[in-house]
Protein backbone atom coordinates (compact mmCIF):
# COMPACT_ATOMS: atom_id res chain seq x y z
CA UNK A 1 0.00 0.00 0.00
CA UNK A 2 0.81 3.28 -0.58
CA UNK A 3 0.64 6.98 1.53
CA UNK A 4 1.97 10.45 0.98
CA UNK A 5 1.70 12.67 4.01
CA UNK A 6 1.92 16.21 3.43
CA UNK A 7 2.87 17.37 7.02
CA UNK A 8 1.67 21.10 6.74
CA UNK A 9 -1.89 22.50 5.00
CA UNK A 10 -0.49 25.91 4.99
CA UNK A 11 3.06 27.48 4.63
CA UNK A 12 3.45 31.04 4.91
CA UNK A 13 7.21 33.03 4.20
CA UNK A 14 7.85 36.23 3.48
CA UNK A 15 9.92 37.23 -0.05
CA UNK A 16 13.66 36.12 0.14
CA UNK A 17 13.46 33.80 2.86
CA UNK A 18 14.13 29.96 2.22
CA UNK A 19 11.16 27.78 1.74
CA UNK A 20 10.55 24.33 3.39
CA UNK A 21 7.26 22.21 2.56
CA UNK A 22 7.79 18.75 4.24
CA UNK A 23 6.56 15.18 2.64
CA UNK A 24 6.33 11.86 4.09
CA UNK A 25 5.87 8.79 2.27
CA UNK A 26 4.98 5.06 2.37
CA UNK A 27 5.18 2.27 -0.01
CA UNK A 28 5.69 -1.10 -0.57
CA UNK A 29 7.67 -0.92 -3.77
CA UNK A 30 10.74 1.52 -4.12
CA UNK A 31 8.63 4.77 -4.90
CA UNK A 32 8.74 7.49 -7.57
CA UNK A 33 8.31 10.75 -6.01
CA UNK A 34 7.15 13.94 -7.39
CA UNK A 35 6.28 17.46 -6.65
CA UNK A 36 3.67 19.33 -8.56
CA UNK A 37 2.76 22.69 -8.27
CA UNK A 38 -0.91 24.81 -8.74
CA UNK A 39 -1.09 28.15 -9.48
CA UNK A 40 -4.97 29.68 -8.89
CA UNK A 41 -7.38 28.63 -11.84
CA UNK A 42 -4.56 26.70 -13.45
CA UNK A 43 -3.25 22.95 -13.87
CA UNK A 44 -0.64 21.32 -12.18
CA UNK A 45 2.97 21.58 -13.31
CA UNK A 46 5.92 19.21 -12.62
CA UNK A 47 8.21 20.91 -10.85
CA UNK A 48 10.57 17.92 -10.30
CA UNK A 49 10.81 14.18 -9.78
CA UNK A 50 12.87 11.40 -8.23
CA UNK A 51 13.34 8.06 -9.69
CA UNK A 52 15.75 6.29 -8.27
CA UNK A 53 18.36 7.70 -9.60
CA UNK A 54 20.30 11.01 -7.67
CA UNK A 55 18.73 11.41 -4.48
CA UNK A 56 18.93 15.12 -4.36
CA UNK A 57 16.72 16.38 -7.08
CA UNK A 58 16.73 20.02 -8.77
CA UNK A 59 13.90 21.08 -10.47
CA UNK A 60 12.26 24.08 -12.50
CA UNK A 61 12.48 27.75 -10.63
CA UNK A 62 14.84 27.10 -8.18
CA UNK A 63 13.04 24.45 -6.40
CA UNK A 64 14.72 21.28 -5.27
CA UNK A 65 13.92 18.18 -3.29
CA UNK A 66 16.17 15.40 -1.28
CA UNK A 67 15.31 11.58 -1.02
CA UNK A 68 15.83 10.16 2.16
CA UNK A 69 14.73 6.81 2.65
CA UNK A 70 15.94 6.50 6.14
CA UNK A 71 13.24 9.36 6.87
CA UNK A 72 10.83 8.28 4.02
CA UNK A 73 10.78 11.81 3.63
CA UNK A 74 10.96 14.02 0.41
CA UNK A 75 10.66 17.74 1.47
CA UNK A 76 10.99 20.60 -1.15
CA UNK A 77 12.98 23.49 -0.73
CA UNK A 78 13.81 26.65 -1.71
CA UNK A 79 16.84 28.92 -0.67
CA UNK A 80 14.58 32.49 -1.57
CA UNK A 81 11.28 32.57 -2.02
CA UNK A 82 9.54 34.86 -4.87
CA UNK A 83 6.42 36.20 -5.05
CA UNK A 84 5.34 34.13 -7.88
CA UNK A 85 6.11 30.47 -5.65
CA UNK A 86 2.75 31.44 -4.00
CA UNK A 87 0.70 28.56 -5.00
CA UNK A 88 -0.27 25.21 -4.27
CA UNK A 89 2.04 22.31 -3.87
CA UNK A 90 1.52 18.51 -4.01
CA UNK A 91 3.56 15.67 -3.19
CA UNK A 92 3.11 12.18 -5.14
CA UNK A 93 4.11 9.07 -4.59
CA UNK A 94 3.58 5.92 -7.50
CA UNK A 95 4.30 2.87 -7.71
CA UNK A 96 5.62 0.32 -10.01
CA UNK A 97 4.40 1.06 -13.43
CA UNK A 98 2.58 3.96 -12.50
CA UNK A 99 0.00 2.06 -10.87
CA UNK A 100 -1.60 3.29 -7.69
CA UNK A 101 -0.83 7.66 -8.04
CA UNK A 102 -1.47 9.31 -5.08
CA UNK A 103 -1.90 12.76 -3.98
CA UNK A 104 -1.16 13.98 -0.80
CA UNK A 105 -3.57 16.91 0.59
CA UNK A 106 -1.53 19.65 -0.67
CA UNK A 107 0.42 22.67 1.24
CA UNK A 108 -0.28 26.22 0.06
CA UNK A 109 2.59 28.60 0.22
CA UNK A 110 1.78 32.07 1.17
CA UNK A 111 4.44 34.68 0.37
CA UNK A 112 4.46 37.82 2.17
CA UNK A 113 6.11 41.05 0.43
CA UNK B 1 2.90 21.44 -28.52
CA UNK B 2 -0.95 21.86 -27.43
CA UNK B 3 -1.36 20.88 -24.15
CA UNK B 4 -4.22 18.58 -22.70
CA UNK B 5 -7.37 20.53 -23.64
CA UNK B 6 -10.94 20.12 -21.35
CA UNK B 7 -14.15 21.46 -21.97
CA UNK B 8 -16.70 23.33 -20.31
CA UNK B 9 -14.52 24.96 -17.42
CA UNK B 10 -17.08 25.62 -15.79
CA UNK B 11 -20.15 23.47 -15.37
CA UNK B 12 -23.64 24.46 -12.77
CA UNK B 13 -25.79 22.04 -12.75
CA UNK B 14 -28.72 20.87 -10.32
CA UNK B 15 -28.34 17.20 -8.37
CA UNK B 16 -29.83 14.70 -10.48
CA UNK B 17 -28.93 16.35 -13.59
CA UNK B 18 -26.45 14.43 -15.61
CA UNK B 19 -22.96 16.32 -17.07
CA UNK B 20 -19.97 15.01 -19.44
CA UNK B 21 -17.04 16.39 -19.29
CA UNK B 22 -14.31 15.95 -22.51
CA UNK B 23 -10.61 15.61 -22.44
CA UNK B 24 -8.36 15.85 -25.37
CA UNK B 25 -4.83 14.86 -24.28
CA UNK B 26 -1.57 15.82 -25.98
CA UNK B 27 -0.85 13.94 -29.22
CA UNK B 28 0.84 10.69 -29.47
CA UNK B 29 0.01 10.12 -25.43
CA UNK B 30 -1.08 6.40 -24.74
CA UNK B 31 -2.05 7.07 -21.26
CA UNK B 32 -5.13 9.38 -19.79
CA UNK B 33 -6.10 9.62 -16.10
CA UNK B 34 -9.54 11.79 -14.79
CA UNK B 35 -9.05 12.87 -11.28
CA UNK B 36 -11.29 14.21 -9.12
CA UNK B 37 -9.93 17.37 -6.77
CA UNK B 38 -12.77 18.40 -4.24
CA UNK B 39 -11.95 21.83 -2.70
CA UNK B 40 -9.38 21.84 0.03
CA UNK B 41 -8.03 18.03 -1.02
CA UNK B 42 -5.28 16.74 -3.67
CA UNK B 43 -6.55 15.05 -6.93
CA UNK B 44 -8.19 11.78 -6.27
CA UNK B 45 -7.59 9.11 -9.32
CA UNK B 46 -10.77 8.43 -10.93
CA UNK B 47 -10.01 6.09 -13.34
CA UNK B 48 -6.69 5.53 -16.03
CA UNK B 49 -6.54 4.50 -19.49
CA UNK B 50 -3.93 3.03 -21.68
CA UNK B 51 -5.19 3.25 -25.39
CA UNK B 52 -8.58 2.66 -24.93
CA UNK B 53 -7.89 0.25 -22.61
CA UNK B 54 -9.20 0.63 -18.55
CA UNK B 55 -6.18 0.14 -16.27
CA UNK B 56 -7.16 1.51 -13.17
CA UNK B 57 -11.19 2.41 -12.29
CA UNK B 58 -10.89 1.22 -9.02
CA UNK B 59 -12.26 4.46 -7.45
CA UNK B 60 -14.61 5.78 -9.82
CA UNK B 61 -18.36 5.78 -8.40
CA UNK B 62 -19.51 3.05 -11.57
CA UNK B 63 -23.33 3.32 -9.99
CA UNK B 64 -23.12 6.92 -11.70
CA UNK B 65 -19.76 7.97 -13.23
CA UNK B 66 -18.68 6.54 -16.57
CA UNK B 67 -15.87 7.11 -18.56
CA UNK B 68 -15.04 6.55 -22.36
CA UNK B 69 -11.88 6.63 -24.77
CA UNK B 70 -13.38 4.49 -27.44
CA UNK B 71 -10.16 5.52 -30.07
CA UNK B 72 -7.66 5.82 -28.22
CA UNK B 73 -7.87 9.35 -27.95
CA UNK B 74 -10.06 12.11 -26.63
CA UNK B 75 -12.18 10.95 -24.06
CA UNK B 76 -15.47 11.40 -22.05
CA UNK B 77 -16.40 11.67 -18.56
CA UNK B 78 -19.94 11.40 -17.43
CA UNK B 79 -21.82 11.56 -14.46
CA UNK B 80 -25.45 10.84 -13.85
CA UNK B 81 -27.03 11.31 -11.59
CA UNK B 82 -25.22 14.42 -10.21
CA UNK B 83 -25.06 14.70 -6.13
CA UNK B 84 -24.26 17.56 -4.35
CA UNK B 85 -20.70 15.76 -3.29
CA UNK B 86 -19.81 15.75 -6.80
CA UNK B 87 -19.10 19.07 -6.60
CA UNK B 88 -15.39 19.33 -7.05
CA UNK B 89 -12.95 20.05 -10.41
CA UNK B 90 -12.30 17.41 -12.75
CA UNK B 91 -8.87 16.97 -13.81
CA UNK B 92 -7.63 15.24 -17.13
CA UNK B 93 -4.05 13.98 -17.68
CA UNK B 94 -2.03 12.29 -20.03
CA UNK B 95 1.60 10.67 -20.32
CA UNK B 96 3.63 9.40 -22.99
CA UNK B 97 4.51 6.60 -21.44
CA UNK B 98 2.27 4.63 -18.97
CA UNK B 99 2.56 5.60 -15.54
CA UNK B 100 3.97 8.67 -13.63
CA UNK B 101 7.29 6.92 -12.48
CA UNK B 102 8.51 6.92 -16.01
CA UNK B 103 7.00 10.14 -17.35
CA UNK B 104 5.56 13.48 -16.64
CA UNK B 105 2.10 13.49 -16.47
CA UNK B 106 0.33 17.00 -18.31
CA UNK B 107 -2.52 18.24 -16.74
CA UNK B 108 -5.38 20.41 -18.51
CA UNK B 109 -6.60 23.02 -16.45
CA UNK B 110 -10.03 21.33 -15.50
CA UNK B 111 -13.13 21.57 -15.32
CA UNK B 112 -15.11 22.75 -12.16
CA UNK B 113 -18.44 21.63 -11.38
CA UNK B 114 -20.84 22.82 -9.04
CA UNK B 115 -24.15 20.77 -8.06
CA UNK B 116 -26.82 22.87 -6.56
Known amino acids: AQSVTQLDSHVSVSEGTPVLLRCNYSSSYSPSLFWYVQHPNKGLQLLLK??????LVKGINGFEAEFKKSETSFHLTKPSAHMSDAAEYFCVVSGNGGFKTIFGAGTRLFVKA | EAGVAQSPRYKIIEKRQSVAFWCNPI?????LYWYQQILGQGPKLLIQFQNNGVVDDSQLPKDRFSAERLKGVDSTLKIQPAKLEDSAVYLC??????????????FGEGSRLTVL
Open chain 1, 50 to 55: YTSAAT
Open chain 2, 27 to 31: SGHAT
Open chain 2, 93 to 106: ASSLVQGANTGELF
